[in-house]
């Protein structure tokens, strides 16, 4: 608290400075943290499923999602007809065809 106190009497140049300096060391700890990870592979590994067989429920669950979703989108499309654009001009849009 005291260096902050000090700091706060500084000229803003000075404290600009510092804040700075400051967040280009925190910038550089996290690059230094990512490139161990990157680089290194630390905290790497390969990832194992825990439960790689599908229970019985998934299973029937994700036989049953093709027809519910045919359920939901037959309804909502058989009232959609598809229709050239209009042709209906704003009024406040200048004519481009000459």
């Not at 825990?50 to 999602?65: I, L």
Request: charged residues 10%; proline residues 9%; aromatic residues 6%.
């Amino acid at each position: 608290m005291r260096t902050i106190h000090k700091l706060r009497e500084r000229p803003k140049d000075e404290r600009v400075a510092v804040a700075g300096g400051i967040s280009v060391a925190v910038v550089g700890v996290l690059f230094v943290g990512w490139a161990g990870f990157v680089l290194y592979g630390v905290g790497g590994g390969e990832v194992v499923a825990t439960n790689p067989e599908p229970t019985s429920q998934s299973q029937q669950a994700a036989s049953a999602a093709p027809a519910a979703l045919q359920q939901v989108i037959t309804p909502a499309t058989s009232s959609y007809q598809a229709s050239p654009p209009s042709t209906v001009e704003h009024p406040a849009a200048p004519s481009i065809v000459q």
